[in-house]
């Protein structure tokens, strides 16, 4: 009988410490719902060539950033605007760029990208913290390779 008590004492305790740790965090919609400036576009890893060793961790150019991105929907946004309704404001340098929808997928570790409800891209969210995001995405360009994106929450 002490022994079932014993069990039941622990786990109790356990399933109290569970809520209690999963309560307090935020969900990744709710951290990712805001404004964020892109800060910088980098190689993560990319594959075992004779140029792995100097782009790996390296700041992507600009015309190389243009390359690789011509294809995607986040093509020259430099600020990002989520919204709670799952809309998506892209911000360029020349004003208002485009309206997409976005949802998080997994354990919220994947950020998909719906335009037109035509093309859709998806992100891998390595970081995701109240002021800081880095999104991973798979690129053929160059050296094919995981490119970085990295941003700071805006107000």
Do not use: C
């Not at 594959?47 to 986040?74: C, M, N």
């Amino acid at each position: 009988m002490k022994l079932k008590i014993v069990y039941l004492a622990f786990l109790t305790a356990a399933a109290s410490l569970i809520l209690l740790l999963t309560a307090g965090t935020p969900s990744p919609d709710t951290l990712l719902t805001g404004n964020w400036q892109e800060e910088s576009w980098e190689y993560e890893k990319v594959d075992q060539t004779t140029q792995a060793d100097s782009l790996s961790g390296r700041q992507i150019a600009e015309s190389v950033k243009q390359l690789i991105a011509q294809d995607l929907i986040v093509h020259r946004a430099e600020q990002w605007r989520f919204k709670p309704d799952g809309t998506l404001r892209l911000i360029t340098e020349q004003g208002p760029g485009r309206q997409l929808n976005w949802k998080m997928k997994g354990r919220g570790h994947i950020l998909v990208l719906h335009y037109n409800d035509q093309m859709e891209e998806s992100y891998t969210v390595a970081e995701l913290t109240e002021n800081h995001m880095v999104l991973h995405f798979y690129t053929e360009m160059q050296a094919r390779g995981i490119a970085k994106i990295t941003f700071t929450r805006t107000n």
